[in-house]
């Protein structure tokens, strides 16, 4: 049998940043245990934000030289990045009803705008099966995939532009991380082992759709 | 100026009872990214079948 050893490593690596978060990073003292979702929160956010500006990245190009590699590239970044942000925003209203006393609150810009940014790159999916035209489809495709990527630093900097019940970011920001060095070394793992779960489920997806693609194609011939 | 410092618990005495929304969010973060795990091998399977 053959092992793929991409997803293998990711999904070993997910296990012990889930192993080592749970057991072996201190509770926080004012949130108790809810505040470990933030080990599964924040890295599916950044993921979703990485794979959806490689869409935008991947489009850009392929409006530039047309090769069908690229639209098969920003496709599969786009379905990749919605699994992720369906997982932040999921675990996001999760974390909040302990600490805020709600799940959600439609005021709070940012969770207003990652639900968009959800809804831009599921039309994305919706909108590819409904266009026949392999060319029509990959071009339409890329004008959305790269105005959707715009909301990106729009969500990153709603915290300083909006009153938001979101907290200032603890990491992402140009001093000092806000957080104790155990918690913050798991949430570095974090960050990497789901950046890599993020290249496993890519390469599984791109292959998809080249399999699909190619049998599309026999089927053509073969007609 | 709304703060975000985050510091560990060392009295576990403090500690407040929030562990259900903790295990429901991990349980069904995992679970999404198993399901579509799973997805992606059945997609793959089916297509190289055709």
């Known amino acids: 049998m053959k092992i793929s050893w991409l997803p293998a490593i990711a999904g070993a690596a997910v296990v012990g940043t889930v192993i080592r978060a749970v057991f072996y990073t201190p509770l926080e003292a004012k949130q108790g245990a809810a505040q470990k979702i933030f080990y599964i929160h924040v890295p599916a956010a950044w993921v979703a934000f990485l794979a959806f500006f490689l869409v935008a990245v991947a489009s850009g190009v392929y409006l530039w030289i047309r090769d069908q590699r690229l639209d098969r590239f920003a496709e599969s970044s786009a379905e990749v990045g919605v699994v992720f942000t369906t997982v932040v925003l999921i675990t996001g209203p999760l974390w909040a009803k302990p600490i805020w006393g709600t799940y959600w609150a439609w005021w709070d810009v940012r969770l207003i705008s990652t639900l968009f940014l959800w809804f831009i790159y599921v039309s994305y999916i919706v909108l590819r099966g409904a266009i026949e035209s392999p060319s029509l489809r990959a071009r339409y495709s890329a004008v959305l995939g790269i105005l959707g990527a715009f909301l990106i630093p729009f969500i990153h900097l709603s915290v300083y532009l909006f009153a938001t019940m979101h907290p200032m970011p603890i990491v992402g920001k140009p001093s000092a991380p806000s957080l104790p060095n155990e918690m913050l070394l798991t949430l570095m793992i974090s960050l990497a082992s789901f950046t890599l779960l993020y290249a496993a489920f890519m390469r599984s997806r791109y292959r998809y759709a080249e399999e699909r693609d190619a049998a599309t194609a026999r089927n053509h011939s073969d007609a | ?50």
Do not use: D
């Open chain 2, 1 to 50: 100026m709304r703060k975000s410092v985050m510091q560990p618990l060392r009295e576990t005495t403090l500690m407040p009872e929030t562990s259900a929304y903790f295990h429901v969010a991990y349980t069904v973060a995992l679970g999404i990214y198993a399901a579509y795990a799973l997805s992606l091998y059945v997609r793959r399977k089916r297509v190289r079948a055709k």
